[in-house]
């Protein structure tokens, strides 16, 4: 790899007078293939064993942090199976390919919540809320933004009967799994998961200073257990490229010889003998079925749709649920109930004034540029390493609807996503994401005209709902989907406070620095029945309450659906061991569907360290056996 770097800057002009662009694609291809045969060092199993010790289900951020750590000491033999394939796409692995991998079928259960609250401009008031169906999970296709959460969300899961989850325990295991690329001890260095600085965009600094002119301190290490203030985003990219779960813990343990990765593999139900779990049963390509059995556990790490939806199928739920579909009942325990999204409604931000400067990190442009292909596979810089996700801001609101920092858990995100990412409106990358966010015409005209402009999309995110949604089945099939309702905004306090975020927005442009630039808003067209007059204000309260009835969508961050609590919660699915409760033994669930409550902020960190703690919590089991 160095004589080629030589290579390449030894002749730029000849390389240049003869025209190698075809050349130096090529040689570029081949570098990034080179590099992703290394990092995806290991080989999944197309051969099992009859039992294992451990069965992992989902190969997703939890499972993958479960596989590495049960399989560690050698002693334990550890079988992961994963409905999904390999992580082998190159754009997987492009920070800048979040909106390819994000809207691919090919790996991503491709899911829709039941008609919603606010959702008037998607088809059908359908939100999609598709998750990873690939090695690495959802954390091999979100958008690597890194974000712990705030200390009181895990001192008020403790305070919830969840004992050993506050954040002096909690912290620890952050620690534990980072490498983080910020000095100092409240943040993990030497760990697996590498986090880092985003590559900026030249509008991110604008945006920074336009919030700080409101009052709101910058946060530079804002994963250190207070997340309140504006801060740049940071994210789990490793050299410029994703670096997930998969990468960061499954890759480097599937060389040892006690773990098997079995891929294309869709679990359909939990065996048991009485309340034993003892095995699962799964299906492959081709429809064939197979079983395999567990000596000491099996552990549901499917995600907070997946999990109970398998939980159901296998007979653990409500009498009702489970007797409406013709499954026999194991136990009774309120599976599926509890569920949680984060839901947002975002405004589209431009700025007229041409001293703002053009982005170089169009999608599509980069992608057919030999500079950016070069610069990205040899060097691991330059545009391609850009991830969406800018910045934040976190903050507090009040009943008299002002916003404010405090010292509580943050009831508002705002995510800034650096745009535009697509030259052409009419491309196939937008036209599919478009497709999958189940965008209405409305909505999707707003979103094409978006991406002609120069600018931003402000998203205020409401964190922690009042609302709560259901998982339950659309049939005894285990490969029909089940039915997902997060309930959104059907509380009003939801709507009240969702409101106050737009108007964290609107502010935000009546800054000094944003009305320097010219910005505005482009206005949401609503659906016929639900639009306002055109003279009405696009800041004003009455266009505010519009965009929270009708443009919300769920954030893709599921949680709750296999509730953590204390012994004799009986809204409770599993105790602060992650043992499944109801007199079920040698079963646990370790993924974010085990949250009493969302925390402040994006998901994927807080999955990974429930898979630290999950695997630390399932050893001690087992000391001294």
């Not at 294992?52 to 479960?66: E, K, M, P, T």
């Not at 691991?380 to 507090?396: E, I, N, Y």
């Not at 931003?456 to 709560?468: E, Y």
């Amino acid at each position: 790899m160095e004589n080629l770097q030589q290579l390449v800057d030894k002749f730029p002009s000849t390389l240049k007078e003869y025209k190698t662009t075809v050349a130096c694609g090529s040689i570029a291809l081949l570098s990034g293939y080179l590099l992703y045969k290394y990092q995806s060092r290991g080989r999944v199993s197309e051969k099992w064993n009859k039992r294992y010790d451990f069965i992992v289900v989902g190969a997703g951020s939890a499972g993958c942090v479960l596989a590495n750590r049960l399989s560690e000491n050698g002693i334990f033999s550890v079988l992961i199976l994963e409905a999904g394939g390999e992580d082998s796409a190159i754009t997987m692995h492009m920070p800048v390919g979040c909106l390819d991998v994000c809207s691919n079928s090919k790996y991503l259960w491709v899911d829709y919540t039941t008609p919603q609250t606010g959702c008037k401009n998607l088809i059908d008031q359908r939100s999609a809320s598709q998750h990873g169906k690939v090695l690495g999970g959802s954390s091999s296709v979100n958008w690597m933004a890194y974000v712990r959460g705030h200390r009181e969300d895990y001192n008020s899961w403790e305070s919830l009967g969840c004992t050993g989850w506050g954040w002096g325990n909690v912290e620890n295991y952050f620690k534990k799994m980072e490498d983080y690329f910020l000095p100092g001890e409240a943040l993990g260095h030497g760990g697996p998961l590498t986090v880092s600085a985003n590559r900026n965009l030249r509008t991110t600094d604008y945006l920074i200073k336009a919030i700080k002119e409101l009052g709101v301190r910058e946060n530079k290490s804002y994963n250190s257990g207070d997340n309140q203030g504006v801060m740049k985003c940071h994210v789990t990219v490793k050299n410029g490229k994703r670096w997930s779960a998969a990468q960061a813990y499954l890759r480097p343990a599937m060389k040892r010889s006690n773990l098997h990765v079995v891929t294309d593999a869709h679990v359909t139900k939990i065996l048991f003998d009485g309340k034993r779990a003892v095995g699962v049963r799964f299906v492959r390509e081709g429809g064939f079925t197979y079983e395999v059995l567990a000596e000491k556990e099996v552990i549901i790490s499917s995600g907070a749709i997946n999990s109970p939806h398998l939980l159901l199928l296998s007979g653990i739920g409500p009498k009702e649920e489970l007797q409406k579909h013709g499954i026999p009942i194991v136990t009774e325990l309120p599976v599926g109930l509890n569920y949680q999204d984060h839901s947002s409604a975002f405004r589209n931000v431009f700025f007229e004034n041409p001293q703002v400067p053009k982005e170089e990190h169009l999608y599509k442009a980069n992608l057919s540029s030999t500079k950016s292909l070069m610069e990205y596979f040899i060097k691991g810089k330059g545009p391609l390493t850009t991830a969406a996700g800018q910045a934040f801001s976190f903050f507090d609101v009040d009943k008299e609807g002002n916003y404010f920092l405090s010292n509580k858990m943050p009831e508002i995100q705002i995510f800034m996503i650096g745009g535009p990412f697509i030259v052409d409106p009419d491309d196939e990358v937008l036209s599919r994401f478009n497709e999958f966010a189940n965008f209405g015409p409305l909505l999707l005209e707003t979103m094409k005209n978006a991406d002609r402009r120069q600018g931003v999309v402000l998203a205020p995110i409401l964190l922690h709902p009042r609302s709560r949604g259901s998982i339950t089945l659309a049939s005894a099939d285990p490969l029909q989907r089940p039915v997902i309702d997060p309930n959104i905004l059907s509380d009003p306090e939801d709507q009240r406070i969702l409101k106050i975020g737009l108007k964290f927005v609107s502010d935000v442009l009546k800054s000094p620095t944003m009305t320097s630039l010219g910005s505005y808003f482009i206005e949401t067209k609503f659906p016929t029945k639900d639009r306002i007059a055109p003279d009405v204000d696009p800041e004003s309260e009455e266009y505010l309450e519009k965009l929270v009835s009708t443009a919300c969508t769920v954030c893709w961050h599921p949680a709750g659906s296999c509730k953590m609590g204390a012994e004799g919660d009986t809204s409770a699915v599993v105790d602060p061991q992650l043992r499944v409760q109801g007199g079920i033994q040698g079963l646990r669930v370790v993924d974010n569907s085990i949250m009493p409550h969302l925390t402040s902020g994006n998901t994927n960190a807080p999955a990974i360290m429930i898979g630290e703690k999950g695997s630390d919590l399932i050893l001690q089991s087992y000391r001294g056996i």
